[in-house]
């Protein structure tokens, strides 16, 4: 297992099974459910077929921009930040897992997380619900 030389990383879909595998035991059933559907869904489809090692920053920055567009399930809204975040957090778990096994840097170096706004919509501060109680 020399450094990254090309081909030295195993598939993404390959090595996600591995990461999954390992973390399963840690979850709560709904979790996994969840990880699960991620993962075949979303991350397989996109990267599957690529080595662990090649992809790059640029990748999942394009991939999150995709995601931002993607229909939520409801169909009539796009996918919220929030769940934005939870679809890339696996990613970037494995990804991470990946790049300390093969050694290579993980290129979710500096990706932060999407915004999550705080609901702004409650029309009342903390201290006015204090005052109004």
């Not at 709904?30 to 397989?44: C, G, M, P, V």
């Not at 169909?75 to 696996?90: F, G, Q, V, Y």
């Amino acid at each position: 297992m020399g450094h990254s030389d090309v081909g030295s990383t195993p598939l993404f879909k390959d090595f996600a099974e591995v990461w999954y595998s390992e973390k399963a035991v840690e979850w709560r059933t709904s979790h996994k459910k969840t990880i699960r559907d991620d993962i075949n869904k979303r991350l397989n489809p996109r990267f599957g077929d690529m080595e662990v090692g090649v992809i790059t920053k640029a990748d999942i920055l394009a991939f999150r921009a995709d995601l931002a567009k993607a229909p939520a399930r409801n169909k009539t809204t796009l996918l919220s930040n929030p769940r934005i975040n939870k679809i890339l957090d696996p990613l970037r778990q494995i990804l991470c897992e990946a790049a300390d096994r093969f050694d290579f840097r993980t290129p979710f170096q500096n990706i932060k997380q999407l915004k999550v706004k705080r609901t702004d919509d409650d029309p009342f501060s903390l201290d006015e619900v204090k005052k109004i109680i």
